[in-house]
């Protein structure tokens, strides 16, 4: 007697193990060493219904690799991992059993990358790198428009190599110049797969919506995990494991310091260092869940345009809840801690910061 195939979850049972893995996901708020008050909860359960929505569209509204669109999967109120906010994150899925091709005018920002991955937060497996691309080595025509073919099998003119289980392609453009540099036009196509995409499936759908909740739950486990390792060490910088950010879906060219600071109201955190020869630096101030702060309306971040030198190439960073008249002030925003990040882009070495924490008023 043969048994019967397992019956396929129905609609309604999908969205219960949404909700009830979205609730499940709030004790990783709950059970985070640092935050004691009800403000830094509040902003964690904030970010849980950012991620929700990141999730939703990342898995369900453009979750297919065979429609590829580019959309933000982080922007000004949805941030993951100590997000740029100098970058503009672009992301499309795909799939290593196909080739695909991006179309684009490379605009005027400063760094542009390519890069593919396999794994994500919410699952299980390996996670990291399968390949990368940046502007400095493609071939483009003098107007700046380019194409690159995205696949497992080396092609001839710009290549962006894929494995077998890549899912992911994400493209960053950091700006020095918000307000003026322009933004690389793309669009990307899956080569295997013409014409429009299928109707909805119920249980494919079913699927991502699951993979929307887990991807929730392991974002933000995945990042709770990088502040809690530095809480015993507060106001300090180190160089993060470069292979664990490439792991984390990062840019393999960036060295990228990383930490968490605590100050009382009447304290300032001094952050000094000469940056190295490279493309792209910048420093910026983020919340306990590694989300930056809102740099739309408040001075969080400098990047080698914004931030004011001394005579010998050198920078200060005043880390302080008020502003006394200080060159290149980061404001704390009315957070007592957070995290934070130091990023030299395509710099030939590494330059550690130094950092003080001193009475806010022996800088006035």
Same mark, same amino acid.
């Given at each position: 007697m043969t048994q019967a195939a397992p019956r396929a979850p129905r609609p309604e049972e999908d969205w219960a193990a949404f909700c009830d893995t979205l609730k499940a996901a709030g004790e990783i708020i709950l059970r985070?060493?640092?935050?004691?008050?009800?403000?830094?909860?509040?902003e964690g359960f904030r970010y849980l219904s950012r991620l929700t929505r990141l999730g939703l569209e990342k898995y369900v509204e453009h979750g297919?690799?065979?429609?590829?669109?580019?959309?933000?999967?982080?922007?000004?109120?949805?941030?993951? %991992?100590?997000?740029?906010?100098?970058?503009?994150?672009?992301?499309? !899925?795909?799939?290593?059993?196909?080739?695909?091709r991006i179309h684009g005018q490379r605009g005027t920002v400063a760094y542009l990358g390519f890069g593919t991955y396999h794994g994500d937060y919410g699952k299980s497996g390996r996670s990291g790198l399968s390949g990368y691309l940046e502007a400095d080595e493609l071939e483009m025509g003098p107007d700046g428009r380019f194409e690159i073919t995205v696949s497992r099998? /080396? /092609?001839?003119?710009? =290549?962006?190599? $894929?494995? !077998?289980?890549?899912a992911m392609l994400i493209v960053r453009q950091n700006r020095l110049d918000r307000e003026n540099e322009i933004l690389a036009d793309l669009r990307i196509e899956c080569l295997d797969v013409p014409g429009p995409p299928a109707p909805l499936d119920p249980v494919d759908f079913g699927q991502k919506l699951r993979a929307a909740g887990n991807y929730v739950a392991g974002t933000a486990q995945f990042f709770a995990n990088w502040a809690e390792g530095w809480v015993p060490h507060p106001n300090t910088l180190p160089l993060f494991d470069p292979q664990a950010?490439?792991?984390?879906? %990062?840019?393999?060219?960036?060295?990228?310091? $990383?930490?968490? =600071?605590?100050?009382?109201?009447? /304290?300032?955190?001094v952050i000094e260092a000469t940056p190295p020869p490279c493309d792209y630096w910048n420093f910026q101030l983020c919340n306990y869940w590694l989300e930056s702060l809102d740099y739309r309306y408040r001075p969080v971040h400098y990047n080698a345009h914004t931030t004011r030198y001394e005579a010998d190439g050198s920078f200060r960073l005043v880390v302080a809840a008020r502003d006394l008249g200080f060159a290149n002030w980061v404001d704390t925003e009315g957070h007592r801690r957070g995290t934070m990040g130091l990023r030299w882009v395509k710099a030939p070495r590494d330059v550690d910061p130094l950092l003080r924490v001193v009475p806010l008023a022996s800088l006035a």
């Amino acid at each position: 007697m043969t048994q019967a195939a397992p019956r396929a979850p129905r609609p309604e049972e999908d969205w219960a193990a949404f909700c009830d893995t979205l609730k499940a996901a709030g004790e990783i708020i709950l059970r985070a060493p640092a935050p004691e008050d009800d403000f830094d909860r509040a902003e964690g359960f904030r970010y849980l219904s950012r991620l929700t929505r990141l999730g939703l569209e990342k898995y369900v509204e453009h979750g297919d690799p065979l429609s590829p669109r580019f959309f933000a999967l982080s922007h000004e109120t949805g941030k993951i %991992g100590i997000d740029n906010p100098d970058s503009y994150y672009m992301n499309a !899925a795909i799939r290593g059993e196909h080739d695909y091709r991006i179309h684009g005018q490379r605009g005027t920002v400063a760094y542009l990358g390519f890069g593919t991955y396999h794994g994500d937060y919410g699952k299980s497996g390996r996670s990291g790198l399968s390949g990368y691309l940046e502007a400095d080595e493609l071939e483009m025509g003098p107007d700046g428009r380019f194409e690159i073919t995205v696949s497992r099998k /080396q /092609q001839p003119g710009n =290549w962006l190599p $894929m494995e !077998a289980d890549s899912a992911m392609l994400i493209v960053r453009q950091n700006r020095l110049d918000r307000e003026n540099e322009i933004l690389a036009d793309l669009r990307i196509e899956c080569l295997d797969v013409p014409g429009p995409p299928a109707p909805l499936d119920p249980v494919d759908f079913g699927q991502k919506l699951r993979a929307a909740g887990n991807y929730v739950a392991g974002t933000a486990q995945f990042f709770a995990n990088w502040a809690e390792g530095w809480v015993p060490h507060p106001n300090t910088l180190p160089l993060f494991d470069p292979q664990a950010y490439k792991d984390a879906h %990062g840019d393999p060219n960036i060295r990228f310091h $990383m930490g968490y =600071w605590e100050l009382e109201p009447d /304290q300032a955190l001094v952050i000094e260092a000469t940056p190295p020869p490279c493309d792209y630096w910048n420093f910026q101030l983020c919340n306990y869940w590694l989300e930056s702060l809102d740099y739309r309306y408040r001075p969080v971040h400098y990047n080698a345009h914004t931030t004011r030198y001394e005579a010998d190439g050198s920078f200060r960073l005043v880390v302080a809840a008020r502003d006394l008249g200080f060159a290149n002030w980061v404001d704390t925003e009315g957070h007592r801690r957070g995290t934070m990040g130091l990023r030299w882009v395509k710099a030939p070495r590494d330059v550690d910061p130094l950092l003080r924490v001193v009475p806010l008023a022996s800088l006035a």
